[in-house]
């Protein structure tokens, strides 16, 4: 990748930030600031999808069970996790 371009991934990424950290100011919802962490780990994954393997790993010890209803649970967050890891094999 040229530098030019990746100057310009840089600053529409930080462009986008402070937009989104404007917006977090101003609805006063702190959590909108992890908007873009959770883009620039979807762009890394859509380069390397070995990296959500990885991150699976990571997380499987501390999954938990959690009962959507009485008879429906899922392990949280492993098995979507899982499910992404499976489909980005596939792909």
């Given at each position: 990748m040229p530098l030019a371009a990746l100057k310009k991934f840089f600053w529409g990424f930080g462009?986008?930030?402070v937009l989104v950290a404007a917006l977090a100011m101003y609805a006063t919802?702190?959590?909108l600031l992890?908007?873009?962490f959770f883009m620039l780990f979807f762009l890394w994954v859509c380069h390397d999808p070995f990296v959500l393997f990885w991150t699976l790993i990571a997380f499987l010890p501390w999954s938990i069970e959690?009962?959507?209803t009485e008879t429906?649970?899922?392990d949280l967050p492993t098995e979507p996790l899982m499910l992404l890891t499976?489909?980005?094999t596939m792909c």
């Open positions: 462009i986008f930030f919802q702190p959590k992890v908007l873009p959690y009962n959507v429906l649970g899922t499976t489909f980005a």
